[in-house]
């Protein structure tokens, strides 16, 4: 299982990034897969999830109504859409793998930064 993370960088406060994790060594379509991230100097927070076939999402309240996860199956590839983005959201926002549905997380990516300032 390989999960590769991308698309992070330096955005102004209210900027867009996407983010795209590619992934690799199963199949993807059949499991739900994340996004969490890490802020310097705090522990993991969950940020959002959706279901092996796209059909139901679900999102942190931190992040509700800014940030939109979705996935291309056949692609192999998840995607976060990130809008109006603001100083709390700096972070490695890690890709990874959801095996039972439920949030237990098996298998993650090395990260990818993110970076909000003007």
């Known amino acids: 299982v390989q999960l590769v993370e991308s698309g992070g960088g330096l955005v102004q406060p209210g900027g867009s990034l996407r983010l795209s994790c590619a992934a690799s060594?199963?199949?993807?379509?059949?499991?739900?897969i994340g996004w969490v991230r890490q802020a310097p100097g705090k522990g993991l927070e969950w940020v959002s999830d959706i279901s092996g076939g796209g059909g139901k999402a679900n999102y942190a309240d931190s992040v509700l109504g800014r940030f939109t996860i979705s996935r291309d199956n056949a692609k192999n590839t998840l995607y976060l859409q990130m809008n109006s983005l603001t100083p709390e959201d700096p972070a490695l926002y890690y890709c990874?793998?959801?095996?039972?549905?439920?949030?237990?997380?098996?298998?993650w990516g090395r990260g990818t930064q993110v970076t909000v300032s003007s």
């Open positions: 990874a793998r959801d095996f039972t549905g439920w949030g237990a997380y098996d298998h």
């Open positions: 060594g199963f199949t993807f379509s059949n499991l739900y």
